[in-house]
């Protein structure tokens, strides 16, 4: 075994104690009534797994769409360890799809980016049956899963990227994406540069180079490199245009990933885009913060989050959207 994937297996065997070590708190942090199926969203990829919760009133409620990313810097992570947090958006009435993508470096980019194809194609499969809104579809993720969130929306606002990722989706013409949550996430390699200072972000780069193939520490000029299209078609922040989904960032002050979030909320506000963003203050905002809402930081999060569903909910005409654009320019 390699030097790379004996790292990455310690770093995996050191998340899965720690899941089993939260694993009771999180239980306890779930909503009620909410009813948790486990699913295979491609049945020829065992790793393409997923947990769906929804309001346990039945399917005959028509119901918007999130589909959820873990983190886990795209080597590691489960969505199980997210049940608890996707729970609160199902209890509001949601159809939360938290799902597992397969992961670094055994698939290496763009695979992830095919797997949220992969399970926006279930969606439309089992629409019928669960009642869902297909026209309201939300992407969202902490740390590496808002990275692949965000660039599954990319894809869709640059269809170029379907043939390049060789992405296979048969629904590119109708399907949009109705708003993103990114939680701490990663929208360029340069500016989390230094994250590795921080030390539980110490293997960013080993992350990186199990994603991307690239050894960035190894590289003379990473500027350079992070100006190639490959790398750039990597990065959501290169691939921002007015046609991208209105969005809601997450960061706090003790977030490692902080500089890469405000970089991406300014590009969108450069390009137009309808941008909320929510920075979490002192100790406790450290990266992926609100999935513990234990804390004035956590709850504020949420807030500012089903503030933001409930926003994107109401846009369903001209009008509405005219309404909330000159709110958010105040």
Known sequence: MDREKL??????TRGKAVSVLLSPVVKLMSSRGVSLNSVNYDETEPDCNAFELYPQDGKQQK????????????????NRDRNHYCSRFAARGFYVLNMNYRLAPDSKHPEQVRDV??????????????????????????SAGAHLAVLAAGVVTNPRLFDEFKINFEYREQFKVKGLLLICGVFDYL?????RKVWY?????????????????????????????EIMDMC??????????PSLLITGDNDPLKPSTELFYEELVKKGVRVRIYRGTGIFSIH???LVDGNTNGKAAMKETLEFFDER???????TEAEIETELAK
Not at 7 to 12: A, D, G, K, N, P
Not at 63 to 78: A, C, D, E, N, R
Not at 191 to 195: L, P
Not at 236 to 245: A, F, H, I, Q
């Open 7 to 12: 790292s990455i297996r310690l770093v995996r």
């Open 63 to 78: 119901k918007p769409v999130l589909i959820y990313l873990h983190g886990g810097g795209w080597v590691q992570g489960s």
């Open 117 to 142: 194809f992969r399970a926006i194609s279930y969606i439309y499969k089992i629409k019928d049956e669960y009642n869902l809104d297909m026209d309201n579809v939300f992407l969202g993720g902490d």
């Open 191 to 195: 500016s989390c540069k230094d994250s």
């Open 201 to 229: 972000l110490h293997l960013i780069p080993l992350y990186l180079k199990s994603y991307s193939g690239h050894d960035l520490g190894e590289v003379e000029d990473l500027e350079a490199l992070c100006r190639t299209q």
């Open 236 to 245: 959501p922040v290169t691939m921002v245009s007015k046609d991208y989904p």
């Open 288 to 290: 992926c913060f609100p």
């Open 313 to 319: 909910l109401a846009a369903t005409d001209k009008e």
